[in-house]
């Protein structure tokens, strides 16, 4: 059925994570709770998030800045690769890169990441049902946030490569009934102090 309400998807990449992955740094941590109060007065249904523990943990402290709003753990808004193209499908000068950078891949992540790619857009987008607009968040990784702006602005399966995004950075992804989907905010820090903001980012653009 096609949905006759508005959604808001907020989606946020986890915070700074310490060096082997199990937690978030300090910083990670101050990143979150900023990120939790920049949000604490949209109207959420429900926080989505992966199950490592650098999104859960920056899911429970953005949640502790809300009001009463369900977190949901999902291997859904887990990380993993959305998506492997063929060469063919690639700009020729840089077919090469991206497969490099995609070659570590194992034949299970070749099949399940794009399976859980697949229930993402089912879950996440699109209008919804009903007469209300619906809010939700959904706490996650990179490639993620990726495949979703990817997907909002009707590109390419392979362009979620190339798409980097903070720690705690906010995109904001609207789908209206009757409408193509619009990407409201990308990679916004404006809630962190300078010193938190870049984190989780290549080196060379940072501005």
């Known amino acids: ?65 809300l009001k009463c709003v369900p977190l949901h753990v999902s291997e859904v808004a887990g990380d993993y690769v959305p998506y492997i193209p063929e060469k063919d499908e690639l700009p020729a000068e840089s077919a090469d890169f991206c497969l490099r950078f995609l070659e ?52 390419p399966k392979w362009r979620w490569l190339g798409l980097n995004h903070c720690n705690a950075a906010l995109t904001v992804i609207r789908y209206a009934p009757g409408r193509p989907a619009s990407v409201l905010v990308s990679n916004d820090m404006s809630h962190l102090p300078t010193e938190l903001r870049w984190t989780g980012f290549p080196p060379e653009p940072h501005i």
Request: aromatic content about 6%; cysteine-free.
């Open 1 to 65: 059925m096609t949905g006759t309400a508005t959604r808001y998807l907020y989606v946020a990449r986890h915070g700074e994570a310490l060096p082997d992955e199990s937690g978030l740094t300090e910083g990670g941590r101050r990143q979150a709770a900023l990120l939790g109060r920049r949000l604490r007065d949209v109207r959420f249904t429900a926080v989505h998030h992966g199950p490592l523990p650098r999104a859960e943990q920056t899911a429970r402290l953005i949640g502790d800045q």
């Open 104 to 155: 570590g891949a194992t034949d299970e992540e070749r099949s399940r990441g794009p399976a859980l790619a697949r229930q993402a857009l089912e879950l996440f987008t699109g209008p919804v049902a009903g007469e209300e607009d619906r809010y939700e968040l959904v706490v996650t990784h990179n490639f993620l946030v990726a495949w979703l702006v990817r997907d909002a602005l009707h590109a």
